[in-house]
Structures are given as structure tokens and as C-alpha cells.
Nanobody
């Protein structure tokens, strides 16, 4: 079982930056797939980016160049650095982990982009 806790959300102005963190309750060395999804009001949850244990990454097209995913297995934590934020990036951001065929989700952290 893996518990995930996101943090780092908040209010930011357009063009600003935020770094989200996702802390896992167990060693992430053994967790292969981890990543971030987001869900805006009235919209479906969508993939933002993902990272494997080998540090291979993939990004949804609109996030390439602005968002960077990383993980620090020594701290059991995954990060999402978000730059040049736009109002359309506002959403609840969820981290997930795929471990031994099971999916685990955090409760989400709210990102608001507004002037």
C-alpha cells in the first residue's frame, strides 16, 4: 500500500511559478510509474506528466517546456515544477503511483492562477 500526500498548491499570478510535491509513505525506489494528473472544474481528469523509476518522462503536449517532473527517491518525493502558469492551468493537481499493478492517488492540491 502507498499513501501519497501532495503539497505546494496555492494562488499564483499568470506567468508565475509553483512547485508541487508528492510525498510517498514508502520507499519510491521500488515504485515504477509516478506522475501528475489535474482536474479543472467541469472537466475530466487529464494527465499532466509521468516519470518512471528510470527517470524517463513524458508530458502532455501543452505542458512541454513549462512543466518539469522529477523525483528524489532518497526523500520518497516527487515534484512538479510549473513555470509560466496560465489561467487554464488552474485545477486540482493529483499525484499517482503505480506499484505492483495497483494505482494509488493523493487527495490533490489546488492551484489557482489569477491576477
Amino acid at each position: 500500500h502507498v499513501q501519497l500526500v501532495e503539497s505546494g498548491g496555492g494562488l499564483v499570478q499568470p506567468g508565475g511559478s509553483l512547485r508541487l510535491s508528492c510525498a510517498a509513505s514508502r520507499s519510491t525506489f521500488s515504485i515504477n510509474g509516478m506522475g501528475w494528473y489535474r482536474q479543472a472544474p467541469g472537466k475530466e481528469r487529464e494527465l499532466v506528466t509521468a516519470i518512471t523509476s528510470g527517470l524517463s518522462t513524458n508530458y502532455a503536449d501543452s505542458k512541454k517546456g513549462r512543466f518539469t517532473i522529477s523525483r528524489d527517491n532518497t526523500k520518497n518525493t516527487m515534484y512538479l515544477q510549473m513555470n509560466s502558469l496560465k489561467p487554464e492551468d488552474a485545477a486540482v493537481y493529483y499525484c499517482y503511483a503505480n506499484h505492483l499493478g495497483m494505482e494509488y492517488w493523493g487527495n490533490g492540491t489546488l492551484v489557482t492562477v489569477s491576477s
